[in-house]
């Protein structure tokens, strides 16, 4: 389930303004590769996360069976099976090269929502949160509208009137998730807008979109991005679900979602075949979960307290 913001709660963003700077000078990276190296869990995920990702761009490369090569013979194949390491789904073709293949259209599906929804919702969140008034209002208001909708079910609607597909998927999913970053961004704005360096710049006459860009976005960012990431392992899934429902990928072409539809039929005769495509689901949503709540402490410590 995609948690609003109405469910997370808002940490006032850091002052990381120095000498009326408004930027840090910590090397975060440093600081995220240290936060690693004493959190475990994180560490592995991100290890995980980064085989998924090689994985998935170097299918053409990895001398993989045709995913969509069928061959009846081998239908419903347990693993371990010669020539079928993982097995073979419902018309014999090879689970792992679908598996890996399906990874792509996964990925996808979660990562570009997060990133798209994230940009126009944090930017409308910044702008609204900054100026305030009639601008706030209406921009505010009219993304309230989205939340007398339970976030699934409309992503499920827009999916059904656009028709399947990955693109009307993704479309759905974007439109769903930028109400939610944009209210978290609006809150930061309005943390952000009445501290000194910001009246300072204001006062020597910076024009808004300067005052923006250059002392607002670098220090409302940091608790944005965090929700956005921690966004990624519940998308990846509700991405799954509507696949799983007919409204994402097409067949043959493989996705995890997918992939789980056309199996559920022989749970009874293959149940560990057919029960494959859900682990990829389940470990790549909490290995970004894990890696997310890493991220979020480190963007903002008071979190971890």
């Known amino acids: 389930m995609i948690a609003g913001p109405r469910a997370t709660a808002v940490v006032e963003p850091l002052d990381t303004a120095s000498a009326g700077a408004p930027t840090a000078g910590v090397n975060l990276w440093k600081e995220f590769r240290g936060r690693l190296s004493r959190d475990r869990p994180a560490a592995v995920s991100l290890a995980f996360l980064i085989l998924v990702a090689v994985a998935a761009v170097a299918a053409p490369i990895l001398g993989l069976r045709d995913p969509l090569d069928i061959h009846a013979v081998d239908r419903l194949a347990s693993p371990f099976t010669t020539g079928h390491l993982l097995g073979a789904d419902e018309q014999g073709r090879d689970m792992l090269s679908r598996l890996v293949w ?58 059904a009137i656009l028709g399947p597909g990955v693109r009307n998927l993704i479309f759905a999913l974007i439109v769903v998730l930028i109400p939610a970053v944009a209210r978290v961004a609006e809150n930061a704005a309005v943390a952000v807008r009445s ?100 991220l979020r402490d480190l963007l903002d410590p008071r979190l971890a307290e």
């Open 102 to 159: 399906g990874s792509r259209t996964s990925l996808l599906t979660g990562i570009l929502p997060v990133v798209v929804g994230g940009g126009v919702g944090g930017l409308l969140g910044l702008f609204a949160g900054y100026y305030g008034g009639v601008p706030r209002t209406l921009t505010m208001r009219t993304l309230d509208v989205f939340f007398t909708f339970p976030a699934v079910l409309l992503a499920i609607a827009i999916a």
């Open 195 to 294: 501290r000194e360096y910001v009246e300072a710049a204001r006062a020597s006459g910076a024009s808004g979109l300067k005052i923006i860009f250059q002392h607002v976005l670098p220090n409302a960012a940091p608790p944005v991005i965090a929700y956005c990431f921690t966004l990624i392992g519940p998308v990846i899934v509700v991405a799954a679900g509507l696949s799983f429902l007919g409204l994402g990928q097409e067949p043959p072409y493989p996705e995890w979602g997918l992939m789980l539809n056309r199996l559920l039929p022989s749970i009874f005769v293959a149940p560990v075949t057919s029960a494959l495509p859900g682990v990829p689901i389940l470990l790549t949503a909490l290995a970004f979960d894990l890696l997310g709540n890493a």
